[in-house]
């Protein structure tokens, strides 16, 4: 099958605040710093990695809810960021977005049944007598009761409020959907409910999803393949159980070491993310990483970005040879 989305070298960079706003060539932060990666249909693809990796910025401009700066966006074989507006428009009608804040995507002045509702007149022009249905289904869908519909989001909890905005995001009938942090903020129980959701939802839809999250274990639980990501890079892609089991890059492997319930064979480095936290204004030389990896030559602190290397499906960014015992890492 093709992947439905795929995304080439894509660079989205942003103008630091403050300096002269007239100013050509006023410093910008690159947020994403060329990136690719690629979505199949009903495949989940786990993204994570620090705040200010550039995760957010990634989904965002992947919506093309952020400019990018260079590279190319393709949905369903069509490219996107130089595309026609209808393929926008397109890209618009089969995606959607859910956050970390459940109110955020909901009008509180709205009931959530009239928010759905919204949805299904101006994208799929539902006739009106099919709407409170359609809206009933939809809440069922999600585990709400139909006369739930009535309510607004102030009258709901933050895991109802969740439901709410994914049934919204259902609306659409989206073939991606992108959630970022979308479960970060609600209690255990709720998470775990939500994350069978979306589990539900893929198996029964098809649905596609790129899951931005920093808790591993949600991850490892959701996803098929996880994707790292260190200043505004992937440096390390691949299966889920085979990146957490075998991490091939030392940043991938200090946050899964940070979590030993994931993997408790990996050794836990004395200090596993020492040193500076990520900063995008100042992006090292070399390997990004550097600065914080144990395991650094020389030459990761000049020259170029490490390439990207492949063994199987298992793609990462990191000159050691696994063959000559160079680092402690659990190698084949
Ligand atoms: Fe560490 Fe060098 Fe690998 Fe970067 S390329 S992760 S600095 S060993
Ligand atoms: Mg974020």
Redesign the pocket.
């Known amino acids: 099958a093709w992947p439905l989305l795929e995304v080439d070298e894509l660079r989205v960079s942003f103008p630091l605040s403050g300096g002269n706003p007239f100013s050509w060539n006023r410093p910008r932060i690159q947020a994403v710093n060329g990136v690719s990666l690629r979505i199949h249909p009903g495949e989940t693809l786990g993204l994570v990695g620090e705040s200010g990796s550039g995760k957010s910025t990634l989904g965002r401009a992947i919506l093309q809810l952020e400019k990018s700066t260079g590279g190319s966006v393709r949905f369903d074989g069509r490219n996107i960021t130089h595309g026609l507006s209808s393929d926008i428009a397109r890209l618009r009608q089969q995606t959607a977005m859910i956050f970390q804040d459940p109110f955020s995507s909901l009008n509180p002045r709205q009931t959530i049944g009239a928010g759905i509702a919204e949805v299904l007149r101006v994208h799929h022009k539902v006739p009106p007598a099919a709407i409170a249905a359609r809206v009933a289904e939809l809440l069922t869908l999600v585990g709400l009761q139909p006369a739930q519909a009535d309510k607004r989001p102030g009258a709901l909890s933050g895991g109802q409020c969740q439901r709410a905005g994914i049934a919204r995001a259902l609306a659409l009938e989206p073939r991606l959907m992108v959630a970022d942090e979308c479960v970060a903020a609600l209690d255990v129980s709720i998470q775990g409910q939500i994350i069978n959701l979306l589990m539900d939802l893929r198996e029964r839809m098809g649905l596609a999803i790129l899951f931005i999250a920093h808790d591993l274990a949600i991850v490892r639980r959701l996803c098929d393949r996880v994707a790292v990501m260190y200043l505004g890079r992937i440096?390390e892609e691949g299966p889920v159980e085979q990146v957490f089991r075998l991490p091939r890059?030392?940043?991938t492997a200090a946050l899964v070491a940070a979590i030993p319930e994931i993997n408790p064979d990996l050794p836990l480095p004395a200090d596993p993310l020492a040193g500076e936290p990520p900063s995008p204004i100042a992006i090292p030389p070399?390997?990004a990483?550097?600065p914080r990896?144990r395991?650094?030559?020389p030459s990761?602190?000049t020259g170029s970005t490490?390439d990207t290397r492949l063994v199987a499906d298992h793609a990462f960014?990191?000159?050691?040879d696994r063959n000559t015992g160079e680092?402690d890492l659990p190698f084949e």
């Open positions: 440096v890059h030392p940043y070399g390997c990483f550097h990896c395991y650094a030559r990761c602190r490490p960014a990191c000159v050691l680092a």
